[in-house]
């Protein structure tokens, strides 16, 4: 009797288990930064709680255990410390990195280890030895092409997941238009509306990194692969079979661009319902009915290693507003503190954020700040420090909802800072273009995770969804872009023009040779006369 319950019991266990089975998804995110885990993390967590089975490569080990489905961290041991010591050494506080060459290739050097270093991973390798297949691979789009492997490896079908807007980095690999006259190059400063000498130097930086990319990174990542994985079907083979791009963007932060079928913008899916403050913070934004600054640089640039003529300028602009002040600041205690100014560590920022009385948010434009603040309506002062911030900044002042003044600029002082922030405080303007932008975030068909989930799931029911791929990717680019058609008529038109300018000069050589005959019998004729 006792067996048979036990059998029964077993059985109904397998029977749960095959019904509540999802698929298996892993997630490469190696990036140690924060904020790129915090996307990579809530993506595959979202995919978890759906019910499916997730495995996650990444530099940090998440041990939150999941209500639904399951998830498994692959941790790249070591990543999140040399990070911390390589950020510790370049101070991005210190010097202004312009879209230069050398910073392209720098940043392809870091990423080069980076690859080197995964592929090496103990636990990585462990993994790639075993005998699991996947259903689908999720992978980081940041310039890793080689990272496409790991699809092929585990049979599975290929999702890129790009933490910033469509770019022309992910665009070309699904064929997806990059619009170069208004769209600029990430780490510019340039909005969507350029000059047309802004336009020219866009042009001329697309150009160069395309160079870049096609004719040397891509041929290097694939040098790179051939070395760890001997066989592996070449680079340009892996890199245009992707299925989908989950692109974090949505119109309410990014300006609207097109997108072809298997892009999906989900901008947002990253943050949670707020959750509640700790008791002496609510207390302290309840009674603070003047209204609340805060002002955070972000998780990768640590406040304490500002500047002291920068710090300055700050503390002295903050001390000259009738509102509270909060600061996220990592260093020792300031002697000269403002008596309205409280600083901490660390900040619950989206619960912050949430609270009616924060009247304004001083941040440096990541991307995931901009994103939050428009979730919640709060109007901005962007401090651009480095990457793609100078280009958000741009996105901030072109949608109203904020003002800018670049850290690097040779300007920077409380006396510029001080009526820029009075500005943003008294004219009411920001804050109404803050909740336009947050209706237009929060109308949605859908949830933007439930989104993710959805086409994730669409592409494995439907085998990798060919369907959604333009046709494009098939083609080179001179075909794609239709070079090679204007090129042919250009050469006819052109072959044509020569051929009338030929008869046209034949005609008139004809013409005047006629012309000089007449004139030369005339003029003899006339010499006749004249002997005569
Ligand atoms: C849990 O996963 C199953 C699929 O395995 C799904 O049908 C269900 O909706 C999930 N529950 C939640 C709360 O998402
Ligand atoms: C390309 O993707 C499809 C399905 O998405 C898969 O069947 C095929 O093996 C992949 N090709 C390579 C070279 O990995």
Known sequence: MEFKNAVLLLFICVLCFQLSHGAKIL????????????????????????GHDVTMISPHNDKVPTRNGSYRNVVLTGFADSYEAAMKRANPFEKSHSNSFRYLLLFQKQITILIEKTFENPNVKELLNSDETFDIVIVEQ??????????????????????????????YVVANPTMISYTPLVDTDFSREMSLYQRIHNFLLYINEAIIYRYHWLPFQNTLLQKYFPGSPSMLELNYNVSLVLVNSHESIQPAIPLV?????????????PKSLPQDLQKYLDEATEGVVYASFGSSVKAKSLPNDK???????????????????????????????KTAKWFPQREIL????????????????????????VPVLVIPIFGDQAMNAQMVISNGYGLSLPFHDPEFSDEKLTPILKELLSNPKYKDNALKRSQIFHDREMDPLQKAVYWIEYVIRHNGAPQLR???????????????????????????????????????SFITKKNSDIKYKQSKGTKKIKKN
């Open 27 to 50: 997630g490469i995110f190696p990036m140690p930064a924060k904020s790129h885990y915090t996307l990579g993390n809530s993506l595959m967590r979202g995919l978890a709680e759906a």
């Open 311 to 341: 710090k300055e300028a700050l503390l002295k602009t903050f001390g000259s507003v009738k509102e509270k002040v909060l600061w996220k600041w990592e260093g020792d205690e300031i002697k000269n503190l403002p008596s309205n100014v």
């Open 142 to 171: 940041i310039t890793n092409e080689a990272f496409k492997y790991f699809a092929h490896h585990f049979k599975a079908h290929l999702v890129m997941f790009s933490s910033i807007a469509a770019d022309s980095k992910i665009n």
């Open 470 to 508: 333009v046709w494009g990717v098939n083609l080179p680019w001179y075909q794609l872009y239709s070079l090679d058609v204007i090129g042919i008529l250009v050469t006819i038109i052109g072959l044509i023009f020569i051929f009338i300018y030929i008869i046209i000069k034949y005609l008139l």
């Open 261 to 273: 079928p298997n892009m999906i913008p989900i901008g947002g899916f990253h943050i949670n319902k």
């Open 354 to 377: 949430a609270h009616p009385n924060v009247k304004l948010f001083i941040t440096q434009g990541g991307l995931l700040s901009l994103t939050e603040t428009i979730y919640n309506g």
